[in-house]
């Protein structure tokens, strides 16, 4: 089975943008934890970034013929799409929403998501380990014990 990681925009920046609040790790580091996490119970992670809301699209489209689950770090498009959210809605597979800072101790117009409604959970907070505890939240999904 393959899950898709998929990250919205400037979190490429990760590791050296807003240190203070997201952390010192990188993209790539934090997407190398979670694909190794998931190689263990036999999940194979596709992984992709962009900063183009119609590119994350058309990725959420593919995913639903060729994965079975999303963890999905929308970015500031969180508090702003219409049209990821329509498209995280007509997935037919489970979708799980991870931020790395806890957005409602922040701005308050990150504690708005147009994403939250339509996803599976919703992981904030937790800086790096939210992608893996989404990680763990998935796979019980997909074997029936979410
Ligand atoms: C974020 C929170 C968003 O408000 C922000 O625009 C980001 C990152 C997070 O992971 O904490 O780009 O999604």
Not at 14 to 36: C, F, H, M, P
Not at 118 to 143: E, R
Request: charged share 15%; net charge negative; aromatic share 6%.
């Amino acid at each position: 089975d393959q899950i898709l990681l998929l990250n919205g925009p400037n979190l490429n920046l990760l590791g050296q943008r807003n240190t203070k609040i997201y952390g010192q790790a990188s993209l790539d580091e934090i997407v190398n934890k979670v694909e190794e996490y998931l190689k263990k119970q036999d999940y194979q992670l596709i992984s992709f970034q962009s900063n183009h809301e119609g590119e994350l699209i058309d990725r959420l489209h593919e995913a639903n013929n060729s994965c079975s689950g999303v963890i999905f770090n929308p970015g500031g498009y969180t508090h702003t799409s219409v049209a990821l959210r329509d498209a995280v809605e007509v997935l037919n597979i489970p979708v799980i929403e991870v931020h790395l800072s806890n957005v409602h101790n922040r701005e308050p117009f990150r504690s708005h998501s147009f994403i939250a409604p339509v996803a599976a959970g919703q992981i904030l907070g937790l800086g790096p380990l939210g992608y893996l505890t989404a990680a763990y939240a998935l796979m019980q999904i997909l074997d029936g014990k979410g």
